[in-house]
């Protein structure tokens, strides 16, 4: 059964700080990896991932996939408090349009 | 319209009575999806369609049914709602196959 798997599930920081949310995922057939952020409402979009070792970046976050290893992570460097969110990952699950998503990291940066 | 839009943005409702949750996208998108979010558990996939005329079962597929008549409407239906249908709901579209999906607002449902 293909299934996404996140950690921590929550964090607390100050702001300055760096984080790393993990996301691990067991599908067959793997095409791509994506992460999204969610605030008060509506996931919104951060990256895709396809190729392993290329870093997607766009500004203080970025992110990077080992195909080997089967695992992506996200990094948030010099966190503000406007980055208080949960943060989720998903994979298509094998040859279909269907996402699997994990439970989320829910992150929380204090002033 | 710009994007995804569901309707309503909450709702309570009586357990028993039927209950449609609209979406409609127009971006042309070939598929569709409902999502239902719950603490602790993430977004688990309700139903899906790959394209017009066709739909399939996620993760949680009893008690809800959908529809794809056209491209732009993805309505699912709770035919009798119970409380543990309260829940938030998303609705999402994706274009191609090796793109992001792209969320509606969600609907808060409360079921009493």
């Known amino acids: 059964e293909d299934k996404v798997v996140q950690s921590p599930l929550s964090l607390v920081v100050h702001e300055g700080d760096t984080v790393t949310l993990n996301c691990s995922y067991e599908v067959t057939n793997f095409r791509s990896l994506l992460w999204y952020k969610q605030e008060k409402k509506a996931p919104t979009f951060l990256f895709m991932l396809t190729s392993s070792g290329i870093e997607k970046k766009s500004g203080r976050l970025s992110s990077i996939l080992d195909k080997k290893e089967l695992f992506s992570i996200l990094n948030i460097t010099a966190t503000q408090t406007g980055d208080s969110a949960v943060y989720l990952c998903?994979?298509?699950?094998?040859?279909?349009?269907?996402?699997?998503f994990g439970t989320g990291t829910r992150l929380k940066v204090l002033a | 319209i710009a994007g995804i839009t569901q309707a309503p943005t909450s709702q309570i409702l009586a357990a028993g009575r039927r209950m449609t949750l609209r979406c409609t996208q127009d971006m042309r998108h070939n598929a569709m999806y409902w999502y239902r979010q719950d603490l602790g558990l993430g977004l688990r996939l309700i139903h899906y369609?790959?394209?017009?005329?066709?739909?399939g079962k996620g993760e949680v597929p009893d008690g809800y049914s959908v529809s794809r008549a056209n491209t732009d409407d993805f309505p699912l239906t709770l035919a009798s709602a119970v409380p543990s249908q309260t829940s938030v709901y998303f609705c999402?579209?994706?274009?191609?196959?090796?793109?992001?999906?792209?969320f509606g607002q969600g609907t808060r449902l409360t079921v009493v």
């Open positions: 369609s790959n394209t017009a005329g066709t739909t």
């Open positions: 998903a994979v298509p699950s094998s040859g279909t349009y269907k996402y699997i």
């Open positions: 999402a579209s994706r274009g191609h196959l090796n793109t992001e999906a792209f």
